[in-house]
């Protein structure tokens, strides 16, 4: 999730939470790695926070080589992490009221 501090942490369960001022960090390393994993008609399922850009992972995974959609949307309440970060993502132009909306992304090796 969208962090507002400039380092990343090294351990500690903000490493699980904690992916740069976009979000993005383990997101970015996902899509570009993800098709020397897969096999052809390979799928990928990646979960994440709308708010870390949606548009940006399916494009990411298509420069990767990768069809991919949206297959899934969840909309709702904000979970402790992103309540907790929320006045600060509002000033980053990022308006939550409360709710986040949580996507599944199918990205296919073809």
Known sequence: MP?????????????????GLDGRVFIDRICAGAPEHLRPGGVLLLVQSAICGE??????????????????RHVG??????????????????????????IVVRAQRV
């Not at 006045?87 to 990022?94: A, Y």
């Open 3 to 19: 962090s507002p501090s400039t380092e990343l942490p090294r351990r500690g369960p903000e490493r699980a939470w904690d992916a």
């Open 55 to 72: 548009a940006q992972t399916l494009t990411a995974l298509g420069r990767a080589g990768l069809q991919a959609r949206v297959a899934f």
């Open 77 to 102: 309440k904000l979970g402790p992490r992103m309540r907790e970060r929320e006045d600060w993502l509002r000033d980053q132009g990022r308006a939550l009221d409360g709710r986040d909306e949580v």
